[in-house]
């Protein structure tokens, strides 16, 4: 076949194994443990937004099979290391998302998560800062990182509150901005509209000339984050933009299993309201909350889109030795 070639360049391989290579020598220097987690799950997630591939496993003899999912994150498996004792971890891997492909997106893509405990979000974000100020360093001039509640960049740009606007407002912000077909998309769905308005209207603005740290995110959108103490209206979440492109999504990590429980069960109700598919719950994952996750902050950076930035390449596939078309 004529694609047999990679379609990055040799640059680009190198590139990315010295950005791998910065990265374990960030988190030895910490004392963070590197882990591995299987990329074959037996629960899927519940998350109405993702959509994981499935296989099916059959035991030698067997002609029954057993459906299994490709991690669309390692986080239900990492914290079931947490709870069992193993401190701060990082875990640099594959993770797959069905129906995701375009110039910043690629079905099969990598990752590294990590997770530090005793930390909250703040302090969590201080080392994110650090970590891409080291990987940056000598491919990107920065200015110094910034960050921003969602409420209030959302009040910038869109003009309304997100967590008190109307339906009706949300509608008429939308006309005015030139988005016609947000109402028929988003219907009487808030986090439709806000996931909407933010990536049209907001999110093109982050990250220009420096990373931007956006936090508190209302809480009735999909995440894994506590509630904040003092305003149970947001979670204690961040995502990391630069150049307009969104890296990571970050959290104090919900340690409640009875509020992980019922979080799995609404996103299953919005699944069969929209005719998804039904993955059970992570039964594991519920079992380690309750035997005890330690206080304990996480994120999850892609890093393909990181080194498209840090490499200022036009598609995914410029950083990628094959990306799925190739495959």
Not at 35 to 63: H, I, K, M, W, Y
Not at 133 to 143: G, V
Not at 163 to 183: G, I, K, N, T, W
Not at 246 to 266: K, P, S, Y
Request: aromatic share 8%.
């Amino acid at each position: 076949m004529a694609d047999w070639r990679p379609s990055c360049s040799l640059t680009a391989l190198k590139k990315r194994a010295a950005l791998l290579a910065t990265i374990r020598q960030f988190f030895s220097a910490r004392n963070v443990l590197e882990v591995e987690t299987p990329l074959l799950c037996r629960a899927g997630v519940t998350d109405p937004n993702l959509n994981p591939f499935t296989t099916v496993l059959r035991q030698p003899g067997s002609s029954e099979g057993e459906q299994l999912y490709l991690q669309t994150s390692p986080e239900f498996a990492m914290k079931r290391l947490l709870a069992a004792g193993s401190g701060s971890i990082y875990q640099i891997c594959k993770a797959f998302r069905n129906e995701e492909s375009g110039r910043h997106h690629n079905p099969e893509f990598t990752l590294l998560e990590w997770y530090r405990v005793g930390f909250d979000l703040a302090e969590l974000i201080d080392e994110i800062d650090a970590l891409l100020a080291e990987i940056c360093r000598d491919h990107l001039i920065l200015a110094a990182s910034e960050r921003f509640s969602y409420r209030e960049l959302f009040r910038e740009h869109v003009g309304v509150d997100p967590l008190s606007a109307s339906f009706e407002e949300l509608s008429e912000r939308s006309r005015v901005r030139d988005l016609p077909e947000a109402e028929a998309l988003c219907g009487r769905d808030r986090s439709l509209w806000l996931d909407l308005l933010f990536s049209h209207l907001v999110q093109p603005h982050l990250g220009r000339g420096r990373i931007t740290f956006v936090y508190d995110f209302p809480a009735f959108l999909p995440s894994l984050a506590r509630k904040k103490p003092d305003d149970p209206l947001v979670v204690e979440r961040v995502e990391i933009f630069l150049e307009g492109l969104e890296l990571g999504n970050g959290f104090h990590e919900l340690a409640d299993a009875v509020e992980q429980e019922e979080r799995f069960d609404r996103d299953l109700v919005i699944r069969e309201e929209n005719g998804l598919p039904l993955p059970a719950k992570d039964e594991r994952l519920l079992a380690a909350l309750r035997s005890g996750l330690p206080d304990c902050s996480g994120i999850a950076l892609g890093l393909d889109r990181l080194l498209m930035i840090r490499m200022r390449a036009e598609s995914i596939g410029d950083v990628l030795a094959f990306p799925t078309a190739q495959a």
